[in-house]
């Protein structure tokens, strides 16, 4: 199995084709470095941007924009990051010593985009979503002693609780459903490839769900990426944000799953006027989902 941030040469190219994913795994994820990367190719100026246009930027801006975040992740000291970067933050900013990522490279990606390009590479692979492969390459990847880089709670926990799975019955079948009780970002910073890849599944709340279970078996993280998964459908069909969240808000709000996500989508949106920094401030900088999910919601 490849490593995170590296892709195999031996992958089944009919499999690949039959992917969305295959728009970036055909010849651009080859090296974890974006700042390497080839460009998309420029459109001409004037013409529609299409629901393929839109398909590519959102993995390449899930991959793009975890990249550009690794040497500032977590500062959450305005003053320090100020001391550490005078010149100001542009993104794709070096690690410096004593950073979580240290000692990666500025294009690198953080431990987010490694798990994304997991489930990007399993899809793209098998071809469709499937929890099981998934899983086990999640595993695979990021065991203690192999995986290099930064391990967060709910990847840590996500493999004690396989582990001790597999040490009591080592015959049973894992399902991979019974991931850490964690309510933060992890599944939101991979959920774009599954999107995707199943835009038109009218299943596809199901399987966010499945593939949020995996590392994050909590109600809230479900509500999120539930929510985080219909606003991407309301973009791929063009509509301008505003808009599209207000739909979703709409939607959620007759589901019946995740009122306490409406009012923090709802608290976001009446932050417009405010400055991004003071809003942020103000939800709050830190991973929960009951901090990140409104602030970054308004950095929209």
Known sequence: ??????????????????????????????????WKMPEPKSRKPGLPVTIEDRLRGAIWGQFVGDAAALGTLWIYDLDELGRKFPGGVNGFEQPQKGHYHFPRQAGDQTHYGDGALV????????????????????????????????????????????SRSVERNPKAEFNFQNGADDD????????????????????????????TRVSQNNPVAIACMK?????????????????????????????????????????????DQEEVVKATL??????????????ASRRF
């Open 119 to 162: 489930l990007l590479e399993s899809i793209a692979d098998r071809g469709r979503f499937e929890v099981k492969d998934f899983s086990r390459r999640f595993v695979e990847t990021f065991q203690p002693g192999i995986y290099s880089g930064y391990i967060d709670h709910a990847t840590k926990e996500t493999l004690e609780n396989y």
């Open 227 to 271: 929510f985080n998964a219909l606003l991407l459908l309301e973009l791929f069909e063009g509509k301008e944000v505003p808009a599209a969240v207000r739909d979703v808000e709409e939607r959620v709000g007759l589901m019946g799953f995740g009122p306490e996500v409406c009012k923090k989508s709802q608290a976001a949106r009446e932050a």
């Open 1 to 34: 199995m490849p490593k995170a941030g590296k892709v195999s040469t031996k992958e089944n190219a009919s499999a690949r084709k039959s992917t969305v994913g295959g728009f970036l795994l055909s010849h651009t994820l080859t090296s974890r470095r974006f």
């Open 184 to 211: 933060q970002l992890g599944t939101a910073a991979r959920l774009a490839s599954l999107v995707v890849h199943n835009y038109r599944d009218p299943d596809l709340l199901s399987l966010v769900e499945s593939a």
């Open 282 to 295: 103000a939800f709050g900088q830190s991973c929960p989902l009951e901090h990140s999910f409104p602030s």
